[in-house]
Each structure stands twice: as structure tokens, then as C-alpha cells.
């Protein structure tokens, strides 16, 4: 059946759409008509739970050819729905529509691209000791492959409607593999989630796969998030989102009477550092660069560049000039949402009200959404003293700090928490500074980046999307790339078991 305009608001489980028994609630888009949806019901979150782990191991048993036909008609079903979701993600986020359509393509070409690695075995890690019977002690046979570990649950994103979200990474990921997927959609894109789920539910329909391989759950209350990842069925749980939100599921799912993994994607001020010699020479256009990506998307990208690290005295003053100039003519954008627009107002103030923090441009708005550039200035002394000038302030705002010498940039990199990324700027003189610093910042981000910007993650075998704390929940993976399906994956090892009564091939 598929999903009309007027039945929008239930919840998605087993093998179809329900009225939803919870609390109404409304809606809050950025332009049009607010709608109603119900928040799913702990019974609704135990009958989405029930319903994939009976889908299980049928889901398990397809072959890869049929999961990948599965993930390439997610993505045309998608498509044959590409203005309406266009629409309705672009009303209830705020984002503009050049932005969803990029982000419509990221995700139905991440779609596709799980389903081609899903065709590949080298995901199954296959490991092969063969039986020494004659060795004293003799040795068993061993094969060694990775399985699916279950029901998995995926909070969307706020910032990401699309390639964070319904059908997004985490998604795509545990389907290619063949875990059954239970995703909590996210507040800030209701109606978005809902059409998304129903192209999701046409084709697990026309691939013939059973009820429970997919819901979508909607919700106002904090219960059902919890409900989820508490659910003795769930095995695993992907989130992307705030680091007090993460880390208060990622402590539920430790608290569990069998714990499970949570692998969280959470915050990060991704640093930049800029060396004397290419500050010297290319000072404005890194600055120019470094003021788009940092207002790109209204600065809601989890690797948004959020500090930059500035050689004091002439290069400082220079790069910060022209880094404001840029700003000013950064228009307001729109946020994602009423609660992250506080949010981002929140830690500005917080900042400018710190000792050493100086406003070098300002035009947050004191209501409403639409969001003008921020750029604040300390020095390294002032940083070093504060470590809660290294939180993540989720908008178009940066924090220049400046440096006396290559030391004290050293010991700025040595303080800082987990990132996603870190990023040097440096021309060939820089090199035996850029070695000290990518020596730390290794140990520090997932990612590091030679005179790039960090934002635009593209999806492929070698990107990392993860770091230590507070980057993510669990340094060992990524939730962006093939490599991501790793996290759904738990190995198995046969013993001297006949083929025909395992996977094992
Ligand atoms: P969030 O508040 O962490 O929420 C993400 C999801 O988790 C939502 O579905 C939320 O449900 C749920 N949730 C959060 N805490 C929970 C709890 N204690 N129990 C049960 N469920 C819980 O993140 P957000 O709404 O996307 O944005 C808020 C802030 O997160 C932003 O201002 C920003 O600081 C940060 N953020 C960071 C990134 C990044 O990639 N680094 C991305 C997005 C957001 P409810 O909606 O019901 O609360």
C-alpha cells in the first residue's frame, strides 16, 4: 500500500504502516503546514523488535545478489519519489534545494555502492586453517567468516535528512549484510523520514523479503529512544547526533543486562592548523576557503572546521581580515531546527564570556532560525586554560586561535579530545613541523587532511568517519565508506564442521 499525503503520522513495523497508539505531536518545519505524527509506544518499539528478529534469519539466509537488488530498488524507489522528497525535506529543514538534491545522490549512490560491496566477499574477512590431524596435538579445521549480528537500531540524523537518516549509511550498511534495520527517525524531518521508509518498504515488498526486515519509528519522547536500544532483540545500535545524547544511549546500551555495541558519530571541532610558510604565502586564500567551509550548510556539518590554529602577529591579523571580510558577505542561513538554533546561540554566549575570547565578527540573531556567521579569537595560553573552549558550538560560528611558536601549536594539538579530522596547511618549508603535528593528530582523528578542508566526506573503501571520544563512541570503525559495514559484522569460527551446515562456503 502505498503511503498518501493524508495517511502520514503512524509508524512503520512488520508489514506495513500502523495508525501509531502514542501521544500526538506536531511537526515544527522551517516553512508550511505543521503535521501530526505519534510518538511510537514501547509496544510499538517491542513489536518493531519482534518483527525483525523473526525476520532475521530469513533476511541473513538471502544471498548478496538479492540484498543488493534490494539496496538498487531502495535507491530507484527513491528516486521515482525525488520531488516529492525534495519538497518536503526542503520545508521542514530549512536547507536549500541545490544542498537535498546533492544529498539525494550521495545517498542513492551510497545505496548503490553497498549493494556492488555487498557482491564482494573480501567484507567476509574468510580465514581458512586447515586440520593437521597428524601434528601432536593435532589441529581441527578452522574457517573463520563474519555474520550478521541481528536487529539493529538507527537514530537519524538531524543534519543530515537523507544521507544520515531513513536510508542513509547506517542503513544501507546493516541491510548489505543482512541485518534487519529499525530506524528512530529524527524530529527535525518527520514527513521526510516517512516517504523515504515507504520507498524502503515498496522494495523490501517487491524483493519478496520478509515484514520486519525494515520499520520506521517516529517519536516526540525521549521513551522510545530508550525503549530501542534497551530491547533484549536489538544487537547493535548506529546514532549520530549530539555527544550528551550519545553518550546517554551509548551508557544504556553498557548497562544492559548483555550489553550491546553503540556505535556513536558525535561531536567534533575538526582543527585546522595553519604553518608560518603557507600562512605567509596563501594566508588569504586559506582564509577565504576556510570561511566557506565553515559556513557551509549553516555550519551544521559534524566536520565543520571549527578551529583554526594561526601563527601570531602579521599572518594571524592578515588571515582573520580577510576571513571576516568573507563572513560579512555570508548570508543567514536557516537552521535545522528551533532547539538547534538555541543551541548554537547558547555556545556562542558561552564563549564570548570566556576570559582571552574576543568577538572579531558577530551576527547571531537573538531569535529565530535564520543564523548570520560568528568568528571568535583567544590565544593559545587562554585555550590551554579553558578545555571548554574545545566544545563544539553546531553552527557557522569559528574560534581562531593564535600561536606564539611551533611549540605551543604542539602543545595545542596535544590537549585537544578525539576529532574526526584534523588538517594542516603548510608548504614545503612547513614539512618538519607538519611531521611533529600529524606525529599527535594521528592518535587524535580519524582523518587527516594536507592542505584540504575537511568538510564533503566522500563515500568510499578508504574514508574513516569516526575517531576517539568524543568523535565517536568506538575509535576501531567508521560510519561512512565500505568499511562501515564492519560494525554489523561479529566473526564465526567453524571447527571441523562438514560443509552444507554452515555459511561457510
Ligand atoms: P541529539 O539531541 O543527540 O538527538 C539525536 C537523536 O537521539 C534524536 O532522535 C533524539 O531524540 C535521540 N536522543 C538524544 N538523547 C536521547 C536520550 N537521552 N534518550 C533517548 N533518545 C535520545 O542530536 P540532534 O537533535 O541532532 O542535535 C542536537 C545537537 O547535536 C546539535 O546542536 C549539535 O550540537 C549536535 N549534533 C552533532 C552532530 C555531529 O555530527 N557532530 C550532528 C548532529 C547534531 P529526541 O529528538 O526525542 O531528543
Not at 590551554?384 to 574560534?399: N, Q, R, S, V, Y
Not at 618538519?432 to 578542508?453: P, T
Request: net charge neutral; hydrophobic share 45%; with cysteine.
Amino acid at each position: 500500500m502505498a503511503l498518501r499525503d493524508d495517511q502520514i503520522g503512524g509508524q512503520l513495523i512488520g508489514s506495513g504502516w500502523l495508525a501509531g497508539q502514542g501521544e500526538e505531536f506536531l511537526s515544527e518545519p522551517a516553512s508550511g503546514a505543521a503535521r501530526r505524527f505519534t510518538s511510537a509506544t514501547s509496544a510499538e518499539v517491542d513489536g518493531a523488535a519482534r518483527a525483525a528478529e523473526d525476520a532475521f534469519a530469513a533476511f541473513a539466509a538471502t544471498t548478496a545478489q538479492h540484498r543488493a537488488r534490494f539496496l538498487d530498488r531502495i535507491a530507484a524507489e527513491m528516486r521515482a519519489r525525488e520531488e516529492r522528497i525534495t519538497v518536503i525535506a526542503c520545508a521542514e529543514t530549512g536547507l536549500p534545494e541545490a544542498r537535498i538534491r546533492a544529498e539525494f545522490a550521495r545517498t542513492t549512490g551510497q545505496l548503490r555502492l553497498f549493494a556492488q560491496h555487498a557482491l564482494t566477499r573480501g567484507w567476509l574477512d574468510e580465514r581458512h586453517d586447515p586440520g593437521l590431524p597428524t601434528r601432536i596435538p593435532p589441529r581441527p579445521d578452522l574457517r573463520l567468516i563474519q555474520r550478521p549480528v541481528g536487529p539493529v537500531a538507527v537514530f537519524a540524523a538531524s543534519n543530515f535528512p537523507l544521507a544520515f537518516s531513513v536510508a542513509g549509511g547506517d542503513t544501507a550498511s546493516a541491510l548489505a549484510v543482512g541485518c534487519p534495520v529499525i530506524v528512530k527517525a529524527h524530529q527535525a524531518h518527520l514527513a521526510t523520514s516517512e516517504i523515504v521508509a515507504d520507498a524502503v518498504d515498496t522494495a523490501r515488498k517487491a524483493e519478496r523479503l520478509p515484514p520486519g526486515t525494515f520499520a520506521l519509528l517516529q517519536s516526540a519522547t525521549r521513551m522510545t529512544g530508550t525503549a530501542l536500544v534497551t530491547h533484549p532483540l536489538v544487537r547493535a545500535v548506529g546514532f549520530t547526533g549530539s555527544t550528551v545524547g550519545g553518550r546517554a544511549l551509548f551508557d544504556l546500551c553498557a548497562a544492559r543486562p548483555e550489553p550491546i555495541p553503540f556505535y556513536g558519530e558525535l561531536g567534533s571541532v575538526n582543527p585546522l592548523f595553519v604553518l608560518r610558510g603557507a600562512g605567509l604565502r596563501r594566508g588569504a586564500e586559506i582564509a577565504r576557503a576556510w570561511a566557506t567551509s565553515l559556513t557551509q550548510g549553516a555550519g551544521q556539518f559534524c566536520t565543520k572546521p571549527g578551529l583554526v590554529i594561526l601563527p601570531a602577529g602579521e599572518i594571524a591579523e592578515r588571515f582573520l581580515q580577510v576571513a571576516v571580510e568573507a563572513l560579512a558577505e555570508t548570508p543567514s542561513q536557516c537552521m535545522l531546527s528551533d532547539t538547534i538554533a538555541q543551541g548554537f546561540r547558547v555556545s556562542i554566549a558561552r564563549l564570548e564570556e570566556k576570559s582571552g575570547v574576543v568577538t572579531g565578527h558577530n551576527t547571531v540573531a537573538k531569535e529565530g532560525r535564520d543564523m548570520g556567521p560568528v568568528l571568535l579569537r583567544t590565544t593559545a595560553d587562554a585555550f590551554l586554560a579553558d578545555p571548554e573552549m574545545a566544545e563544539e558550538a553546531f553552527g557557522p560560528g569559528g574560534l581562531a586561535i593564535t600561536v606564539a611558536d611551533p611549540e605551543e601549536a604542539v602543545a595545542l594539538a596535544r590537549s585537544l579530545s578525539g576529532q574526526l579530522t584534523a588538517t594542516v596547511h603548510g608548504d614545503p618549508e612547513d614539512q618538519a613541523e607538519a611531521r611533529a603535528l600529524f606525529g599527535i593528530l594521528e592518535r587524535k582523528a580519524g582523518r587527516l587532511i594536507w592542505n584540504g578542508f575537511p568538510t564533503g566526506v566522500e563515500v568510499a573503501d578508504a574514508m574513516v568517519h569516526g575517531g576517539p571520544f568524543p568523535a565517536s563512541t568506538n575509535f576501531g570503525h567508521t560510519s561512512v565508506g565500505t568499511l562501515s559495514i564492519r560494525r554489523w559484522l561479529r566473526p564465526a569460527c567453524y571447527q571441523d564442521i562438514p560443509s552444507g551446515l554452515t555459511p561457510v562456503r
